[in-house]
């Protein structure tokens, strides 16, 4: 079980999940973990794990909250399963043994794993490691309450206080096994805890203590060097995809001169969108928490009716409710970014998990002909990017457009090369040009059929935008029926116009295979991640993945018909491979699906894809 | 008076009104061209939202920015248009199954919140469009398409709802009542946060005659109060009736009678922080009591809009980062050089 006593083994990626009750303060320790992993050149992908109960009844099976730290070298998820697994109690050892590697790491805190603890997570035996089939485990186990007491003894903290402090202790031992120094660990709990000194002293003691007793007392476990990757320069930081959302909008605003308005009402897991613009003051964002998911929107539509770039943020229910104000605004043509993190539905679904199943939402959720522009963020750190071309798109032609990004991506992290806005692509607001004759409401750029914005405010341009259709030349009220069928084909053809204007598909992988993985959205990591084992092991694979929904990358058609062998992967029955049979007829596509509220696993894509090329 | 820089017909759009003859809804258009005059705000800093219905349509009648939106959702749309544009003079055109039938959660928080919008509420007791079913404003009992039996159900009394929401600004006019619509709209747009006004509407078509005790000059002398900041609470043909307070109740007098003089009557002040009289006398109904007319609540209050501008105003004032990268650099971050 330990024959790589005392040694240090380089390995070039490592997977650490950090897992406890919901109150143990694993996503501080694992958050803390991944950082200081980076600044020693890690790249890094993390993925919380956490109940939909905010506090379930501690150390039962309903209350384990988890975070999944994936360091190392060329890292584009946040690991298939867990090399080193921290857990706190009982509940999260049994909940997280799906998630663990046969040979992985296990630290306990064995003072936690009484026969009371035990019990609550319906062990029916003494030996809990031996009832899951653990065999071939190497075992940490850390009397960690009690040392945490005895070491805070004369802190001041009361017992709760106190107790607080061991996921620290986890993280020192954590920290010792992987060669990483602590100080930088202790600025980071400076930083937090800095209004409250002697709680962050305590931390940092407990910190120390936990490093020491592994050097002290295991010694004989393996310690691990992992590997650094090679990056571009410049600046980095941690960041998930909610806050790289909220980042792409304000540099968007920032880029076309506007003034950033959010209105959103709270749901998960896209709050955070929400948390994250309400405190940007500084910036002059304006958030409206709304009464409700439509008065989100609504006041969205208003915003941006009065010239605001006007944002709304949500998660799949929330859409649903949003959907007849979407129709509002396509029918106006005024901009607007939705947001969806999705998330596992129908109805309340999983609302803590992660899925793909909105498209056909996003796409077709409403009444009437009613095109939006869809897009889909495919990573973290790639919101930033998906956030700003929605503001773009939606600005400069003046047209709703739905982010798509998910409950994985969201949550999950990655280091970020904090970008020169100076760099990105111009967003110029269609707006109303003096020189224009005969102006109306709905006069619209012939090429590329997108009308001109007057902002309320600007004498002159007085005009009145609604539901009902409008007349294709005087923009009055019409319910003339060849004018209906030239307007619902205006909105498509607008849409269908910035297939001009977005970057085209390319290719990744072995591009000259005969077999093409497709994929959409934030499952990028695990397919590349797949694809790039195939090719490794010599099964020539390429990859394609879309960002631009709708419309299509012009060039889409072209690309798919180059491979005799497609497969669609994607979190949900089946709707991308759908969507794309219906736009390109005779493709013969494959489909790889999974709707468990969970990212895809490497090795299972790897499985699939074999299996497939060999048929 | 001084002279109106803006007439009435620059807020007028020269589109034909298509309204049924006779209907209420002309009446307060051509009282709010009026007022829109009066207050001299140009109709290129005025925007007009509303939500469906008939008294919805008004937007397209008005030579202002205007947005007709979808049902019930018009104060949601106001409240971002306001908070996107605070200098702009927001009006929300409504009515009474759009604001408290599918709206009713927007009309009561954007009244919560105090955003400075002017919220007309066409209350004709009926829907119209969809051609004659009850509404949240009719009467237990109502006979109507969806209801041949009559309802069993208790309406809204809009100005509850207001008061309910915490309100600080409530009037009612009745439609043909041009002097007092001109009036009241006036004050609800000088009022600072959300404020409501009521107008008592008639649908000729479906609901004829509803409003039909205050809706003649001589009925509303008769059947109605105007309520008057400051002044005695008197009414009637002669003058000759008035309001007293009784315990926790209102109770109407004769002045003459059993020795009552003007100096009895209550005496209408609507600034008054607290409500309660302003509900007594807004719920006060024909034909026990006169039906109020005229502003009935108008009291200071900070608003929504103005603390979001406040705020930021704040927070740039003690921290000079304004872009976002400048933000980022001075986070979390590591160099990889």
């Not at chain 1, 919901?22 to 993925?47: C, K, P, R, Y």
């Not at chain 1, 709304?290 to 770039?309: H, K, M, Q, R, V």
């Not at chain 1, 007085?462 to 060849?482: A, F, M």
Request: aromatic share 8%.
């Amino acid at each position: 079980m330990m024959e790589k006593e005392g040694k240090i083994v380089n390995l070039d990626n490592v997977v650490v999940r950090f897992s406890g009750d919901s109150g143990d303060g694993m996503q501080l320790a694992g958050s803390i973990f991944s950082n200081i992993s980076a600044l020693v050149g890690n790249e890094i992908s993390t993925f919380p794990d956490y109940p939909a109960e905010i506090r379930a009844p501690q150390g039962t099976l309903s209350g384990v909250s988890g975070y999944q730290v994936h360091i190392g070298a060329k890292i584009y998820t946040p690991g298939d399963k867990a090399d080193v697994l921290i857990a706190m109690n009982p509940a999260a050892l049994k909940t997280n043994v799906r998630f663990i590697k046969s040979n992985s790491v296990i630290i306990t805190d064995s003072d936690a794993f009484t026969k009371k603890d035990l019990e609550k997570a319906l062990f029916t035996t003494d030996n809990p490691f031996e009832e899951l089939g653990l065999k071939s485990i190497q075992l940490i186990e850390a009397p960690i309450t009690t040392m945490v007491k005895s070491s805070l003894e004369n802190s001041g903290l009361d017992n709760k206080g106190v107790l607080r402090c061991k996921n620290m202790f986890a993280l020192g031992i954590v920290c010792w096994l992987f060669d990483r120094s602590l100080s930088a660990a202790e600025n980071m709990i400076k930083t937090k805890f800095a209004k409250k000194a002697s709680i962050a002293e305590a931390n940092i003691k407990v910190l120390n203590d936990g490093y020491n007793f592994g050097a002290n007392t295991h010694a004989s476990v393996s310690t691990y060097r992992i590997e650094t990757s090679e990056k571009e320069k410049g600046f980095y930081t941690d960041i998930d995809g909610n806050k790289a959302t909220a980042y792409g909008l304000i540099a968007a605003a920032e880029k076309a001169g506007l003034e950033l308005f959010l209105g959103s009402y709270p749901i998960t897991p896209a709050t955070d969108i929400l948390h994250e613009l309400a405190k940007h003051k500084e910036l002059g964002v304006k958030t409206v928490q709304a009464e409700d998911e439509i008065a989100g929107i609504c006041t969205a539509i208003g915003a941006s009716f009065a010239g605001n770039l006007a944002a709304t943020s949500t998660s799949g229910p929330g859409l649903a409710l949003k959907s007849e104000a979407i129709g509002l605004a396509v029918m106006a043509e005024l901009p607007l970014v939705i947001i969806d993190v999705q998330r596992g539905g129908p109805s309340t679904g999983l609302p803590t998990k992660s899925e793909q199943t909105d498209l056909f939402q996003a796409l077709y959720g409403r009444n009437g002909e009613s095109p939006v522009v869809v897009i889909s963020a495919t990573s973290s750190t790639n919101c930033f990017d998906a956030a700003y071309w929605a503001a773009k798109l939606a600005v400069e032609h003046m047209t709703p457009v739905i982010l798509l990004t998910d409950g994985y991506i969201a949550n999950g992290s990655a280091a970020w090369c904090i970008p020169d806005i100076e760099n990105y692509p111009s967003i110029k607001p269609n707006y109303i040009e003096k020189d224009i004759e005969n102006w109306k409401p709905y006069l619209r750029n012939e090429e590329t059929k997108v009308r001109y914005w007057a902002l309320p405010g600007k004498e002159g341009y007085q005009h009145r935008l609604g539901g009902l259709e409008k007349d294709y030349n005087t923009s009055v009220i019409s319910t003339d029926p060849e004018n209906h069928e030239l307007m619902t084909q205006t909105r498509q053809a607008k849409i269908q116009k910035i297939a001009d204007f977005i970057p085209e598909l390319t290719v990744q992988g072995e591009t000259n295979a005969d077999f093409l993985v497709v994929g959409w959205g934030g499952t990028y990591g695990h397919l590349c991640s797949a694809v790039n084992e195939m090719n490794k092991k010599g099964k020539k694979t390429a990859f394609a993945h879309f960002g631009f929904i709708n419309p299509l990358p012009k060039n889409t058609k072209e690309v798919l018909s180059k491979y005799k062998k497609i497969v669609v992967c994607e979190q949900n029955l089946g709707q991308f491979a759908g969507y794309l049979r219906m736009k390109m007829p005779g493709l013969h596509i494959y489909q790889y699906n999974e709707v468990k509220g969970q990212p895809f696993l490497v090795n299972d894509l790897v499985n699939c894809f074999t299996k497939l090329m060999e048929e | 008076m001084t002279e109106l820089i803006y007439q009435p017909k620059d807020y007028k759009n020269p589109q034909a009104v298509r309204w049924c003859p006779g209907c209420g809804d002309h009446f307060l258009l051509n009282s709010l061209h009026k007022a829109m005059a009066e207050l001299g705000i140009p109709p290129y800093q005025t925007a007009v939202i509303s939500g469906i219905g008939c008294s919805s349509r008004l937007p397209y009648y008005m030579n202002t920015y205007g947005f007709h939106t979808i049902h019930g959702r018009g104060a949601a749309i106001a409240t971002g248009v306001k908070v996107a544009n605070p200098k702009l003079c927001v009006w929300q055109i409504s009515g009474d199954g759009d604001s408290l039938a599918i709206g009713g959660n927007h009309f009561i928080h954007s009244i919560r919140r105090n955003i400075d919008i002017n919220i007309v509420l066409l209350n004709n007791r009926i829907y119209g469009l969809t051609k004659g079913q009850y509404s949240p404003t009719s009467p237990r009992g109502f006979v109507s398409k969806s209801s041949p039996f009559g309802t069993v159900e208790d309406p809204f009394r809009p100005a509850e709802l207001a008061f309910g929401a915490r309100g600080h600004f409530f009037a009612r006019t009745v439609d043909v009542d041009s002097e007092v619509s001109v009036e009241v709209l006036t004050a609800a747009a000088r009022h600072k946060g959300a404020s409501v006004v009521e107008v008592l509407q008639n649908c000729v078509i479906f609901n004829d005659g509803t409003h039909s005790a205050v809706a003649t000059k001589e009925n509303r002398t008769e059947n109605a109060i105007l309520l008057e900041q400051g002044k005695p609470m008197i009414f009637g043909k002669n003058k000759e009736k008035g309001l007293v307070a009784e315990g926790f109740n209102l109770k109407v007098v004769t002045i003459g009678e059993n020795g009552i003089t003007e100096k009895d009557l209550l005496v209408h002040d609507a600034t008054t922080e607290d409500n309660t009289l302003h509900q007594k006398l807004a719920n006060m109904s024909y034909p026990e009591f006169p039906i109020a007319l005229g502003v009935i609540r108008d009291v200071k209050a900070p608003t929504y809009d103005e603390a979001v501008a406040k705020q930021i105003a704040e927070v740039q004032a003690k921290n000079p980062t304004r872009k976002l990268k400048d933000f980022l650099m001075k986070g979390d971050i590591w160099e990889i050089k």
